[in-house]
């Protein structure tokens, strides 16, 4: 009998035994899921950051931790955590997120919001180029950025890429390194951020990138609140240099009432429900990986401690 912790916050509890109860049936494992049990009794951790537990010490025999969640931020520098750490990559979580760039992108391109906006009998043609006539550039080209890339490519966007190490996508004029940063943005007229939380990536959106952009771009970040500079960002919409926002993510959450982004007109704020981890697919990765590790094969998807994603 294998012993898994479900160590999310505990209103989880619900959406998640069937499916992982399921998705462990169809792997062959047997397996006792619990909320709760005796830390040294525990075999692997199901686990969201949101969870009560913080301290890993006592969990002794454990062989693994699961996280449910892409971004690892709130746990990669847990210094208690000494087993290996994978994140959440799943179809539902990419199906998600390029359903959620796509969408906003074209809200962009298309201008909707304009339209939106002149309802009242004023027939003005505003007539937007052809996708394959704007720059879209995506921060990012990991298992989200990826996929967004290669979507937006398919609906004949000019679309760039950016990462940390050289990539080759196909349709995807693909940059890299903090050179590649700069010609990345140059010109950009949607900017789409899908980059981790870590150290290296802090502030990757600030007055003098944001100022590479083309005059009146869209950002869109679903990424994480750390990668733009909120001051840099309000002053470049108030200049007119970035034209829209649509924000998913901050650096405190939920987002405070007070805070300028949910009065501003140019601003879009989403809840962080960009891509939400879903309970179906991601009990199947999570089963996949519990069984690998029984079996004495590699992780899926282990998370890189010193590069902090
Ligand atoms: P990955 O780890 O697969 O990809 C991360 C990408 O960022 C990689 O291409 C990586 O480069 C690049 N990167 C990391 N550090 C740097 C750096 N210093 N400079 C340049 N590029 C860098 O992550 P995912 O695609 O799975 O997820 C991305 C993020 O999306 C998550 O970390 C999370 O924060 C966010 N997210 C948000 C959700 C929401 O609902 N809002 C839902 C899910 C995720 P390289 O390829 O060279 O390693």
Redesign the pocket.
Known sequence: MINVLFAAHPDRWAAYETPLRTAFDKAGLSVDLRQEFAPDQVDYIVYAPNSPLQDFTPYTRTKAVLNL?????KIVGNSTLTQPLA???DFG?RQ??LE?VTGHTLRYHLEIDYFLAHQSGDWKPLVPPLARDRKVTV?????????CAQALAGLGFDVTG??????TIPGIRSL??AAG?NEALTGAEIVAL?????P??EN?LNTDTLALLAPGAAVIN???GPLIDDDALLAALDSGQVGRATL??FRVEPLPADHPYWAHPKVTVTP??????RPETASEVIAENIRRSEAGEELLFLVDRD???
């Open positions: 969640w892409a971004g690892v931020e994140r959440m990559v979580l998600g997120m959620w921060l990012g080209l990991g298992e989200l950025g990826t996929a950016w990462s940390r190490s050289a990539k890299h390194g940063l899908l980059l981790p939380n870590t290296a990536t990757t679903p990424g994480r998913d993510v962080h429900i960009a891509s939400e981890t590069l902090g994603y």
